[in-house]
Nanobody, 127 residues
Framework: QVQLVESGGGPVQAGGSLRLSCAAS????????MGWFRQAPGKKREAVAA????????YYADSVKGRFTVSQDNTKNTVYLQMNSLKSEDTAMYYC????????????????????WGQGTQVTVSS
């Protein structure tokens, strides 16, 4: 089974940037949907972004559009989340997940279609 490992989180000041990485432990050339989600203490899990690895089509939550960019490097079996103009409300544990369906579903933001999840990486934005 594929295992996902996130990295790149840490403390950052408001307005700053971070790049998160999500590396798959086993190479898989299957086209898949890779998603990023986050959860802050006391809050529900929230969708952030997703990318379909077949053609790099990207999807974003309204709260991060224009600030975050999801991308992939197939040679490294890694997906990235570039986060710019960070705000205190972006503080959360960030998780990546994989959906082996044909494409990212229209309901990807719910998270239910994702089959494997990483352990998360903490992002803390101070104002």
């Amino acid at each position: 089974q594929v295992q996902l490992v996130e990295s790149g989180g840490g403390p950052v000041q408001a307005g700053g940037s971070l790049r998160l990485s999500c590396a798959a432990s086993k190479y898989s050339n299957r086209r898949k949907c890779m998603g990023w989600f986050r959860q802050a203490p006391g809050k529900k899990r929230e969708a952030v972004a997703a990318i379909y690895t077949g053609d790099s089509t990207a999807y974003y939550a309204d709260s991060v559009k224009g600030r975050f960019t999801v991308s992939q490097d197939n040679t490294k079996n890694t997906v990235y989340l570039q986060m710019n103009s960070l705000k205190s409300e972006d503080t959360a544990m960030y998780y990546c997940a994989v959906d082996f369906g044909y494409r990212c579903s229209s309901s990807w933001y719910g998270g239910a279609d994702f089959e494997v999840w990483g352990q998360g990486t903490q992002v803390t934005v101070s104002s």
